[in-house]
């Protein structure tokens, strides 16, 4: 066996090197050829009044289409409370106050317990993703589902609060009061709702809560507040809709003190906005998880 020298081996692959032509179409030639294109700008993020307008559209049709036998559902329930009451409060300040409770309920029925199941199953299945990934601010999400909610519920209240006059024998003429009531109070039930349906752990957490809020909206709302114990009344002013069932029931009296009504109506708008900002924040803190 004859061995090879080690130099000579390492020349002649040097030599075969040499000899062979640079291949065309390398990846180094290609790079230098043709450099990256460069990315395109990503669109802007949607403004706040503009996207709240698009989500409050698709909502409210959505609403429209799956939510209308529940709003039959939330009318017949409080004309069925009056009808009840009628047979215990024969009128005076009762009478008001279960009128404007009854017809606040409705309010309560759709938009804190139905918008705190909504949420709840959004966060349960994934639907948060979706809305994540729009250029929209989370605020106009939690503002254009509480509006529509809030919205598809003024037939209901109108219905109920011409009921309870008649069978009450409650004079009409200040319904018109019922255009302020029911926006104030919606937002604040409506953010309510929102923010119990986005903290819940659970979906099934989030109907209870719902559930246990229009409860409360029931028996704080509709009973005559002269008749609750000392505790439940306290109870019963931490209950975001309670300032615009005041209001509807003061404006009832022969002359109305509109100066309490715009308090009351103020409170409710201060009570709105608070529970809407929590909302907004749950919504950002359930998106990110």
Same mark, same amino acid.
Do not use: I, K, N, S
């Given at each position: 066996m004859s061995a090879i020298p080690l130099e000579s081996g390492v020349e002649s692959h040097a030599g075969a090197d040499r000899g062979r032509a640079p291949a065309s179409g390398t990846a180094e030639h290609r790079t230098d050829a043709s450099p990256a294109a460069p990315l395109a700008p990503l669109a802007p993020r949607a403004r706040l009044l503009p996207a709240l307008a698009a989500v409050y559209r698709a909502q409210l049709s959505r609403a429209r289409v799956a939510r209308i036998p529940l709003l039959f559902v939330a009318t017949f329930q409080s004309i069925g409370i009056m009808i009840l009451? #009628?047979?215990?409060v024969d009128g005076g300040s009762e009478a008001r106050a279960v009128v404007a409770g009854s017809s606040v309920l409705v309010v309560a029925f759709v938009a804190l317990n139905l918008l705190a199941q909504y949420f709840g199953q959004l966060r349960a299945g994934g639907g948060l993703d979706?809305? +994540?990934t729009l250029p929209v601010p989370p605020a106009s999400v939690v503002l254009g589902t509480a509006g529509a909610y809030a919205s598809f519920?003024?037939?209901?209240?109108?219905?109920? +609060?011409?009921? @309870?006059?008649v069978l009450f024998g409650l004079p009409m003429a200040h319904l018109w009061v019922l255009a302020a009531v029911i926006p104030l109070a919606g937002a604040a039930l409506a953010g309510l709702g929102a923010a119990l349906g986005l903290l819940?752990? #659970?979906?099934? &957490? +989030?109907? &209870?809560? @719902?559930? &246990?809020g229009m409860s409360a909206a029931l028996l704080l709302g509709v009973l005559p507040a002269g008749r609750m114990p000392g505790p439940i009344a306290y109870a019963r002013d931490l209950l975001p809709s309670t300032y615009g069932v005041e209001a509807f029931a003061r404006s009832f009296d022969a002359r109305p003190d509109w100066g309490v009504v715009g308090l009351d109506l103020a409170v409710c708008a201060a009570v709105g906005a608070v529970s809407l900002a929590v909302a907004a924040w749950a919504y950002r803190r359930a998106a990110v998880r």
């Open positions: 009451m #009628r047979g215990v979706h809305y +994540a519920t003024v037939p209901g209240t109108a219905v109920t +609060a011409v009921f @309870g006059c819940a752990p #659970r979906q099934e &957490l +989030a109907t &209870l809560f @719902g559930q &246990l």
